[in-house]
């Protein structure tokens, strides 16, 4: 059984910081892509960020050079660093993990629970 826990959200003034965390448990052979998405209320679900377990990374443009996406293989967690955060940037916010079991499986698709981020003054 795998297991998607997200950390780290909270009520923010524009101009502000946060750090997400997702880490991913149970019996996990590799973690391919790691993403964040957002669904702020009203609206559709948005990819934010993505990084491979190369290190490759891409980003919405409504995020660059404000947000930073890392991982920790090691610990099988990804990380979000928002900085500059604009009211805009309201949502809830949920990591994705495609997981691979063994050398031999296909890829499956996870979500985590999803954290509220709230930029407001």
């Known amino acids: 059984q795998v297991r998607l826990v997200e950390s780290g959200g909270g009520l923010v003034q524009p101009g502000g910081s946060l750090r997400l965390s997702c880490a991913a448990s149970g019996s996990i052979f590799r973690i391919n892509v790691m993403d964040w998405y957002r669904q702020a209320p009203g609206k559709e679900r948005e990819l934010v960020a993505t990084m491979t377990s190369d290190g490759d990374t891409n980003y919405a443009n409504s995020v660059k050079g404000r947000f930073t996406i890392s991982r920790d293989n090691a610990k099988n967690t990804v990380y979000l660093q928002m900085n500059s955060l604009k009211p805009e940037d309201t949502a809830v916010y949920y990591c994705?993990?495609?997981?691979?079991?063994?050398?031999?499986?296909?890829?499956?698709?996870?979500w985590g629970q999803g954290t509220q981020v709230t930029v407001s003054s």
């Open positions: 994705n993990a495609r997981i691979v079991f063994s050398r031999w499986s296909t890829e499956y698709d996870y």
